[in-house]
């Protein structure tokens, strides 16, 4: 027989969850939850369903938090087996979601319940956290559920998060922070002409090209001992109409910034925008500020993680700040003590992506370990 963790796994993984959509998954979380004494709570906006599940209303609270939704498969034809049609073979789950991160979800969901089990009358209160907006635009998801806590003055004292963190087995990394993230729509005017009689236009791709260079050579900050140095690079270029004759009247690049404490977001702005200046460009500049870095210090949560990994698996984890964002950002602002545990993050949104069966159940007896420590 299978792994609980590994059943409900397979199932959350058949719900066609394509972001933001829920496919029906947290429907059968919430029917897990209710029978422990969970009360479950629909926090929807526009499209996007989300789960609010609060056991107790004592304190400390320990949250859970994660979400249920996945990006697009691809080509289905690319897939050893469909993407939603959950596959173990020579001994890993595959379909899509399987690491990223359903069977965290399941991997937390049969903790609670092994937990509850043998402390039924715990101290503090369990919750969870789910969403079907991470994946996509996050304008509905997490974030409303927080809109939602702080309204009515509800903190978290702990929460984890089942991203995959692990590089190379379950337990190796842990994210403790992540940076944040700047993206700009940079719109450089020109002159539109005959490309024969460019003294008759402006190119504008002639003219960002050296700042482009410098942009590219700029070292923004050193990070810190918890980040790495923030980087920027251009995501997106476009000009022209397609003909070769034509100087284009106009340039468009994307670009992000992904940065440290060591920087905040106004002065990065100003700083790139002095350099366009300088260059002397005529543009337009539109900046969205996706997430701000956050830093979760050392403390009861890191301890107990450390040490139930530890036990687990004998491994001492590296407490990382890199990758992306996470729906962390948002809830690092209810909550002083906010860590992400999960799975190998090798095969996140690829083609096959899969998580080691044996993995998912050490997963879920690291998740009871931490809140045998938090909780006990």
């Not at 397609?242 to 468009?252: F, I, T």
């Not at 910034?257 to 543009?283: N, V």
């Not at 004998?314 to 003590?337: E, H, K, V, Y």
Request: proline share 7%.
């Amino acid at each position: 027989m299978l792994p609980a963790e590994v059943v409900l796994a397979r199932a959350l993984i058949a719900c066609p969850s394509v972001t933001p959509a829920d496919g029906g998954a947290l429907d059968l979380v919430r029917a897990r939850l209710e029978p422990l004494g969970f009360a479950c709570e629909a926090v929807d906006r526009n499209a996007t369903r989300n789960l609010w599940a609060r056991r107790s209303v004592a304190r400390p609270l320990f949250c859970f938090a994660g979400h249920v939704d996945v990006v697009p498969p691809g080509p289905l034809e690319d897939w050893a087996s469909p993407p939603f049609v959950p596959t173990i073979r020579d001994g890993f789950l595959y379909g899509r979601g399987a690491a990223d991160m359903k069977s965290s979800i399941a991997a937390m969901v049969v903790a609670v319940e092994r937990f509850l089990a043998g402390h039924p009358e715990h101290p503090g209160s369990i919750a969870f956290l789910l969403t079907s907006d991470e994946e996509g635009d996050a304008l509905d998801g997490t974030v409303a559920v927080v809109e939602t806590l702080k309204a009515r003055g509800e903190v978290l004292d702990y929460c984890l998060i089942g991203e995959p963190t692990a590089v190379r087995q379950v337990g190796d990394t842990v994210k403790h922070g992540r940076r944040g993230s700047l993206s700009g729509k940079l719109r450089i005017k020109g002159a539109q002409c005959h490309i024969a009689y460019p003294e008759q236009g402006r190119n504008p791709i002639h003219q960002v090209a050296p700042a482009l260079a410098e942009l590219s050579e700029t070292c923004w900050d050193a990070g810190n001992a918890h980040f790495q140095p923030t980087t920027w690079q251009v995501s997106n270029i476009h000009a022209g109409t397609g003909a070769n004759n034509v100087v284009p009247g106009h340039a468009e690049l994307l670009f992000n910034f992904r940065f440290s404490t060591a920087s905040a977001p106004e002065d990065l702005e100003r700083r790139l925008t002095a350099i366009l200046d300088r260059h002397g460009l005529e543009y337009e500049l539109a900046w969205t500020l996706g997430a701000r870095p956050f830093l979760t210090p050392r403390g009861p949560l890191a301890e107990a993680v450390a040490t139930a990994i530890l036990e687990e698996t004998g491994l001492t984890p590296d407490f990382s700040t890199t990758g992306g964002t996470s729906d962390g950002r948002f809830i690092a602002g209810i909550c002083p003590q906010l860590l992400e545990v999960g799975p190998v993050n090798a095969t996140s949104h690829k083609i096959d992506e899969c998580v080691d069966v044996n993995a998912l159940s050490t997963l879920a007896r690291i998740y009871e370990g931490v809140l045998n420590r938090i909780l006990c």
